[in-house]
């Protein structure tokens, strides 16, 4: 038999993500690409916890737009127009 127990220290502002859209820098960092003013930017994020269908995301300054769906086809600096998922 096993257990698992969670005891939360304090609460952080973290945002629920699919796996998928995380990526790693040229210099391994982990992170997620973002868009802003229409350029692409890797941010390294603190990886707060993980389960079986997602991963919680801290380090964040306010609301971003994440690159959820291509991420592996640009890199820092390009310039794109994203179109924004349905909710």
Known sequence: MSAEL?????SVAAIYLSPSALALDNEGNLGVKLVHNGEVIFKKINLVEADNNGVWLAGFAG???IITLGQGFVKSGDRVQATMAEK
């Not at 969670?6 to 304090?10: A, Q, T």
């Open 63 to 65: 609301e971003v737009d």
């Open 6 to 10: 969670l005891i939360p220290l304090y």
